[in-house]
């Protein structure tokens, strides 16, 4: 997406190949609990591609270098899962998503200030079938290829009118592709949008394309300093990829951060990109650091906060560090969970999903095992 940063106006790349919009096949109680056929996330590499072209029409004839993207579709009922990709250019006169920036002009998909829409590819002019039917278990991953004829279009579809009567989009602020995934599992189907970023060329010689913000670790604990919300240094441990912790009716914080140092998580980067200011209409490059967002999700049970940040709201200043730990909560009635046996813990799968700002994306499962309520 593209939005606002006052006194100047960007295209948001927040949540700009992470955010998912999602049409399933049926209704969650708890966005962090996984009930349904569900897409969890897309992870492209890459996610941002600067293809060194001075003249737009040049991008017709300029190598345009495949993608992977990679699904995290859950079905909780263990059915086999088919992927269907198609991608399809952005329409900036489309309805922005629900996160995106309000903008008092009433351009319909944000204005200047957010310019991505949220539309499906479906049935749109644009859309170009990449992969059908894959199975995810023999093919997890998917490498599909845009031809430098379609990409050229893409550039030239997304255009939009500033404030000033002055035409911006693709080519001078990044053009948003947008990928489909449509995921299959028996008689359900789930579709999510998937954006990467192409620039024609980069806004400054030092612009570099993105790479992927990765977890380093997780760390679990049961009881921290409620005046400090730090850990208390005997409960912390690290929650290692097939080692499930066994979590009480108290709940579990779960922490994407290293148990050892939990200031050592993902990297959020500095970067460069192009920035639009209403006031004078000019684009300009302009310095920023990501903001990393952690969203968390469970098989059974829930997660509150769903997501969490690695910077503060804005006008906020942390008194230590930024805490971007989720607590986890066992379901209530463990006997109306679908594998639960009476009396017997419960085994649980979680995932962490972390975004970045300019299409970066990646995830780490783990496993949790819900101790039985002892009898009365």
């Known amino acids: ?27 969650f109680d708890d966005p962090s609990t996984v009930k349904d056929l569900r897409v969890l996330g897309v992870a492209a590499e890459p996610s941002e591609v600067i293809l060194e072209v001075t003249d737009p029409a040049d991008v017709a004839s300029v190598a345009i270098p495949p993608l992977t993207l990679t699904p995290l579709v859950i079905d909780p009922a263990g059915r086999p899962v088919s992927v269907t990709i198609s991608a399809c250019a952005n329409d900036p006169s ?26 499906l590819c479906d049935g749109a002019a644009t859309e170009v079938p990449l992969a059908t039917a894959v199975d995810l278990a023999a093919s997890p991953s998917i490498e599909v290829a845009l031809g430098p004829a379609w990409v050229a279009a893409a550039f030239a579809r997304d255009v939009f009118v500033a404030a000033d009567g002055k035409l911006h989009g693709g080519f001078d602020l990044g053009m948003p592709v947008v990928f489909q995934v449509t995921a299959t599992a028996g008689g359900d189907t789930v579709k999510a949008v998937k954006r990467a970023i192409f620039w024609a060329n980069a806004v400054r010689a030092d612009q570099r394309a993105n790479t992927t913000p990765v977890i380093p670790g997780v760390r679990a604990y049961a009881r921290r300093d409620e005046g400090t919300a730090e ?3 005997d409960a912390v441990q690290a929650l290692e990829a097939g080692a499930p912790a066994d979590v009480t009716r108290d ?6 951060g290293t148990a050892t140092d939990p200031t050592t998580t993902a990297l959020a980067e500095s970067y460069v990109t192009a920035t639009l200011d209403p006031l004078t209409g000019q684009v300009g490059p302009v310095d920023l650091k990501e903001t990393l ?13 769903q997501q969490t940040r690695s910077e503060p709201p804005p006008g906020v200043v942390p008194r230590g560090r930024v805490h971007i730990e989720s ?17 017997e813990p419960l085994d649980v799968t979680i995932w962490i999903v972390v975004r970045d700002e300019r299409g970066g994306a990646s995830w780490v499962t783990r496993s949790l095992r819900v101790l039985a309520p002892a009898a009365p």
């Open 1 to 27: 997406m593209r939005a606002s940063r006052s006194p100047s106006s960007r295209r948001a790349l927040a949540g700009l190949a992470g955010f998912l919009g999602l049409a399933g096949c049926g209704t």
């Open 94 to 119: 489309a309805p922005a998503s629900p996160s995106a920036v309000s903008d008092p002009t009433g351009y319909p998909a944000g204005g200047v200030h957010n310019t991505v829409g949220s539309a």
């Open 231 to 233: 850990p208390l240094p």
């Open 251 to 256: 709940g579990l914080w779960i922490d994407p």
């Open 293 to 305: 967002t952690y969203s968390f999700y469970a098989s059974a049970g829930t997660f509150s906060p």
């Open 327 to 343: 607590k986890y909560h066992p379901p209530k009635d463990m006997t109306n969970q679908p594998s639960a046996v009476a009396g």
